[in-house]
Nanobody, 124 residues
Framework: QVQLVESGGGLVQAGDSLRLSCAAS????????MGWFRQAPGKEREFVAV????????YYADSVKGRFALSRTKDKNTMYLQMNSLKFEDTAVYYC?????????????????WGQGTQVTVSP
């Protein structure tokens, strides 16, 4: 079992920055890819970004490319999502998740463990 705890959400104005954290614990997850998803009210959960188990490869949704940056600590226990130039449409609950498959995935169904989520609200 893997436990994931997100933190760092909050209320900010458009153009501001936030950094989300995801702390992982439990069974061996150091060889698992870690991703961020988000879900806005009335919408499906959507992919935001993913980093491979080694922390060397990242992939982003087009909607956040150039504004968000994903990183993973050397011990692979923690993942960060630096969010810059936030927009009103970035408002959502943000979830971190881990995926034990070989290839990076943008699909929620591929992820095995999920955190409880952290709310990000961006005022216009």
């Amino acid at each position: 079992q893997v436990q994931l705890v997100e933190s760092g959400g909050g209320l900010v104005q458009a153009g501001d920055s936030l950094r989300l954290s995801c702390a992982a614990s439990g069974r061996a997850f150091s060889n698992m890819n870690m991703g961020w998803f988000r879900q806005a009210p009335g919408k499906e959960r959507e992919f935001v970004a993913v980093v491979n188990w080694g922390g060397t490869i990242t992939y982003y949704a087009d909607s956040v490319k150039g504004r968000f940056a994903l990183s993973r600590t050397k011990d692979k226990n923690t993942m960060y999502l630096q969010m810059n130039s936030l927009k009103f449409e970035d408002t959502a609950v943000y979830y971190c998740a881990v995926d034990g498959s070989t290839f990076l995935s943008t699909k929620t169904s591929r992820y095995d463990y999920w955190g409880q989520g952290t709310q990000v609200t961006v005022s216009p």
